[in-house]
């Protein structure tokens, strides 16, 4: 139905910045919130970023001021720009996009499956 890419990741020194692409394809009617999450190692995953369709956004205090996220509606991506990356941001990252169902009241999470981020030295 609907499929998820991500691409971007990779290692990095800390400080460096790093971009995180995701593509949503297949049978879509409406996306309504598009974000990112992420796992580090022996941690459950937790929010990185949000944003709807009319472009409100949502941050981790741990990442405000240095992510941003924004999505391209027309397309139906979104990016995850990361500057002053930390070692404590290595994760695997996940896009998520919660998509509207035809002919339903109901909404529907899809994830991709992750890419990985290693900031080190």
């Known amino acids: 139905q609907v499929q998820l890419v991500e691409s971007g990741g990779g290692l990095v020194q800390p400080g460096g910045s790093l971009r995180l692409s995701c593509a949503a394809s297949?049978?879509?009617?409406?996306?309504?919130?598009m974000g990112w999450y992420r796992q580090a190692p022996g941690k459950q995953r937790e929010l990185v970023a949000t944003?709807?369709?009319?472009?409100?956004?949502n941050y981790a205090d741990s990442v405000k001021g240095r992510f941003t996220i924004s999505r391209d509606n027309a397309k139906n991506t979104v990016d995850l720009q990361m500057n002053s990356l930390k070692p404590e941001d290595t994760a695997v990252y996940y896009c998520?996009?919660?998509?509207?169902?035809?002919?339903?009241?109901?909404?529907?999470?899809?994830w991709g499956k992750g890419t990985l981020v290693t900031v080190s030295s």
């Open positions: 944003v709807t369709s009319g472009g409100i956004t």
């Open positions: 297949g049978s879509i009617f409406s996306i309504n919130a």
């Open positions: 998520n996009a919660n998509l509207k169902q035809p002919l339903s009241l109901y909404a529907r999470n899809y």
